[in-house]
């Protein structure tokens, strides 16, 4: 098997994953924000605006959903450290064709918080398509990416 190519910091040389060891970087404040949409039909957004969802109040299952999904992050990606995370927003949108949905994630810790933002999104994304899916069968997640951090060693970072 070929050596991983340099910068891939979760890859020995024989290429198997390994859990990086974080424990001499230091610990600074550190944010990562994060986006993404659930393209959705006209029936879901009159429905959602209306507050006429079948299953209940969709926006605020998907909010808790995500935010709860921050705390497991270590539980869903294998190789992600387990950080204490000082705060976390997610904000959900209603446009004329998707719901735009935003999360910001906040620590003090030795290692990034981008994927809590991400996973944040994503399972935000997810509870909202199993709340509005008697509604819109079609309903689609999409263009889940980071957009900004700030913090530790690789300095901020902003989506352009």
Known sequence: ????????????????AHMVDVSAKAVTHRQASAAGRVLVSTAVVAALREGTVPKGDALAVARIAGLQ????????????????VHGATVDLVVTDTAVEIAATVRT?????????ALTAVAVAAL???????????????TDI??????G????DWTES
């Open 1 to 16: 098997m070929s050596a991983p190519e340099a910068g891939l910091t979760h890859v020995r040389a024989d290429g198997s």
């Open 69 to 84: 999904a921050v705390k497991r992050t270590p539980d869903l990606i294998p190789l992600a450290h387990p950080i204490a």
């Open 108 to 116: 003090a810790d030795r290692t990034g918080i981008e994927m809590e």
């Open 127 to 141: 509870a909202l398509v199993d709340m509005v899916k008697a509604v819109d069968r079609h309903a689609r997640i």
């Open 145 to 150: 990416r980071v957009t900004a951090k700030s």
């Open 152 to 155: 530790g060693r690789s300095g």
